[in-house]
């Protein structure tokens, strides 16, 4: 014989049920930031953290913040290798792009 379920004291929205899930299962772009944050020096090595932090995940793109417009010219030319070597240390590509652009670190 089945067990009865216990009745629910109101019913719950379909739209907090679905937020919650994705909430739980899918990572905000806060959540990914700060991973990439702590793989960056790791990913890049220390004269470009120094000089480069993340700043933002629009989507999958990384907006990096830099300190001058050299480093910005000079990143743009390692973007390619710089993207393999972010993905590699996250394991899967979430970044698809780097957009450099000079800022606070």
Do not use: Y
Request: hydrophobic share 40%; aromatic share 4%; proline share 7%.
């Amino acid at each position: 014989m089945p067990t009865k379920r216990t009745p629910m004291k109101r019913p719950i929205p379909l739209g907090d049920v679905i937020h919650e899930l994705l909430h739980r299962h899918r990572p905000t772009s806060a959540d990914r930031l700060a991973r990439v944050c702590d793989i960056w020096p790791l990913a890049v090595g220390d004269s470009i953290a120094r000089n480069a932090k993340p700043g933002a995940i629009q989507g999958k793109v990384l907006v990096v913040h830099v300190t001058n417009s050299t480093w910005l010219h000079q990143l743009r030319f390692m973007k390619t290798d710089m993207l393999v070597k972010l993905n590699q240390h996250l394991g899967t590509a979430h970044i698809s792009d780097l957009r450099f652009k000079i800022g606070a670190l």
